[in-house]
């Protein structure tokens, strides 16, 4: 897990690909009254900075995030009050019980803290996106059927990583943990998936005015 390099950058996976795109339409018959139009492409999409950004920004040593609350037994409680300025760097003291100290398990002794980090092999979000349609004139009226598909991959994804399945129903409610001396551990990485597939048909006419109604009914399923 990398949370920040010496060199500060964020990921070192930087790729460059093409991303192709093709369509047609074809008149079948020749005449006007039956077309057939589609196309396929690959899009590169990016990654908000703000999803990484803030995540490795409030890691120590600038920033420890300590997380108390009854689903972390054995930590100290919370017991913050005002004070001098003298008490702290902030003007708080810390909960009694706190030192800056960290134990053998990297976390931070009396507490748990929340950390998070960015997988340093990010690979770029790809989205392939296809259609075809067909268009029929019939007695001044243009029907039409379409079909649209996407799927992405590579997607930007985060995670708590420090916890396992059926922690609280075997810990009576608590977070046990995989590691015990930390809170969330929020990772991002690249494996988020989406599948799109979409329908629709449509009836349109051309009027004497210069102007036209379409009348169309969509209808899609998805996978994320």
Known sequence: ?????????????NQFRMAPRIGFALDLF???TTAIHGGYGL?????GEYSYVNQMRVNPPSDVNPVIDIFNPGVTPANFSYGTSTSGATGFAPPPGISF????????VGTRISVGGVDPNLKTPLVHSWAIG???KIAGFVMELDYFGTASRNLYLQTDVNRFAGDEIINNGNQARLNQSFGSIVYGRSIGIANSNVGAFGVSRHFSKGWTRTQSTPGASRLT
């Not at 899009?43 to 990654?47: D, L």
Request: no cysteine.
């Open 30 to 32: 020749g005449n006007g």
């Open 134 to 136: 067909l268009q029929q």
């Open 101 to 108: 100290q960290v134990d053998p398990h990297g976390g931070i």
């Open 1 to 13: 897990m990398q949370v920040r390099g010496s060199d500060g950058i964020a990921t070192k996976n």
């Open 43 to 47: 899009f590169n999409n990016r990654v």
